[in-house]
């Protein structure tokens, strides 16, 4: 079992930026795809990013050019970077890991984004 813990999330204003965390913990190894999806009230939870264990990137066309998506494997923590913030990314984020054909949710963390 994997168990997925984010942070990072809060109030800002438009333009500005933050730095989401995602620490993973329990049975770890050999995650494949880890990911960041976000859902706004009343709406499904979408695709923000994914990152493979090779390194590979995708992004939702929404957020390309203004986040980052990254791995820091030693520390057992992906990373969000959101810049240019925009009201529209006001969600609650949640972080995504997929291994074994089971994927596996943290609890999300709320980033809200004023104008």
């Known amino acids: 079992q994997v168990q997925l813990v984010e942070s990072g999330g809060g109030l800002v204003q438009a333009g500005g930026s933050l730095r989401l965390s995602c620490a993973a913990s329990?049975?770890?190894?050999?995650?494949?795809?880890m990911g960041w999806y976000r859902q706004a009230p009343g709406k499904q939870r979408d695709l923000v990013a994914t990152?493979?264990?090779?390194?590979?990137?995708n992004y939702a066309d929404s957020v390309k050019g203004r986040f980052t998506i990254s791995r820091d494997d030693a520390k057992n923590t992906m990373y969000l970077q959101m810049n240019s913030l925009k009201p529209e990314d006001t969600a609650v984020y949640y972080c995504?890991?997929?291994?074994?054909?089971?994927?596996?949710w943290g609890q999300g963390t709320q980033v809200t984004v004023s104008s």
């Open positions: 329990g049975s770890i190894f050999s995650i494949s795809t």
């Open positions: 990152i493979t264990s090779s390194g590979s990137t």
């Open positions: 995504n890991a997929l291994k074994s054909w089971r994927t596996y």
